[in-house]
């Protein structure tokens, strides 16, 4: 069972809790980090306060977010991965966040991923290493690889079956629980990340999808063994091979939701074919940096730029729109898994 806080980390995340910029020093406001909206974005609070024992404010509000996990299992435990400041973990929703442990603490984390079934049981791809933890970050074990681990995944229906995927284009794939590794495909391009989606009505088997920096779209339906190349679907759409995010629509078997520097395509039949939405800005204006959907309803869309946040309720039909509540670009957003109102924002400074 997870160690909890005690009632003092309690008092001091309450303490340091803000819903507005974080102030250190008097007038210096950092305003990254993490942020939370009740109302699907219509008003945002930065959370992130860290505990200290004694008594000095500390949050995440300095650091660039690169990842948010939610806990298949536990949606009050959240896990975040930072360019240089290692990893967090909250497991009361957020309301006060713990370091990861000291392996990483000074990483860059890329990916991670959490057992579906065994809470305790977590992945963390940073540099090139894989972590992993089996009693809720009090030990950690690793593989080394020659180059850096920029993707991770867990099967959904057989959680001892791990994908990864590195700088290089390799995909890589675990049968033990992350213990050892294989090769099993070169992509030849930087692999950003790796969907996995159940099978439809719980039989079968999941299709893992492999979205790399500029050469598109990759999928499998035969646990990794052929890999279908996806791109001829974009070929129309200029720049869409350009990697920004990409999403599944858990409500909508075979829905995905890719964003490039065309702006956003949806797919209807996992990744063949794709249609554009219809965006306020006109195609290839604007960098999309983040994009999320309602894990019940894949009408409820959002996304954001780097400096305005989207959202649609209607499949992307009609857009309002609201200036973000910080300087920095919205690295991330997501939907929380049981409440599909609140919504989670992480931030980065974009380097000009």
């Not at 681990?149 to 990864?164: I, K, M």
């Not at 050469?215 to 890999?227: E, F, K, Q, V």
């Not at 991330?332 to 000009?352: C, F, P, Q, S, Y």
């Amino acid at each position: 069972m997870r160690a909890r806080m005690t009632i003092v980390g309690v008092f001091l995340s309450l303490l340091f809790l803000g819903a507005g910029c974080i102030s250190f020093r008097g007038s210096v406001k950092v305003d990254g980090g993490l942020y939370y909206s009740g109302d699907r974005g219509e008003k945002w609070g930065q959370r992130g306060a860290i505990p200290t024992v004694g008594g000095q404010a500390r949050s995440l509000a300095s650091v660039n977010v690169r990842t948010f996990v939610q806990d298949p299992e536990d949606p009050k435990a959240l896990y975040v991965g930072t360019d240089a400041n290692g990893g967090y973990y909250s497991w009361d929703g957020g309301s006060a966040w713990w370091p990861l442990g000291q392996p990483f603490a000074q990483a860059q984390v890329d990916a991670i991923a959490v057992h579906p079934r065994e809470k305790c049981a977590l992945y963390v791809a940073a540099g090139k290493k894989v972590f992993r933890s089996s009693d809720c970050t009090r030990s950690w074990q690793s593989s080394d690889f020659e180059v850096t681990v920029s993707a991770l995944a867990v099967d959904p229906v057989t959680p001892s079956v791990l994908y990864a995927g590195n700088t290089k284009g390799d995909i890589l794939k675990s049968a033990d629980g992350g213990r050892s590794w294989r090769a099993i495909h070169r992509l030849e391009n930087r692999v950003e990340r790796i969907l996995i989606a159940a099978p439809a009505g719980g039989g079968g088997r999941p299709t893992v999808f492999a979205a790399t920096r500029s050469a598109g779209l990759y999928r499998s339906t035969d646990d990794g063994t052929t890999w279908t190349d996806l791109r001829r679907g974009f070929e129309q759409f200029p720049a869409s091979l350009e990697y920004k995010s990409i999403i599944l629509a858990p409500a909508t078997p075979g829905m995905l939701l890719s964003a490039s520097k065309y702006g956003i395509l949806r797919s209807v039949d996992a990744g063949t074919t794709w249609q554009p939405l219809n965006l306020i800005t006109a195609p290839g204006t604007v960098d999309i940096f983040s994009i999320a959907v309602n894990p019940s309803r894949s009408d409820e869309i959002v996304y954001a730029t780097a400096s305005t946040f989207y959202k649609s309720a209607d499949g992307g039909r009609d857009w309002t729109s609201k200036k973000l509540p910080t300087t920095r670009a919205a690295s991330m957003l997501h939907v929380d898994a049981v409440d599909g109102n609140a919504l989670w924002m992480g931030t980065r400074k974009i380097e000009k």
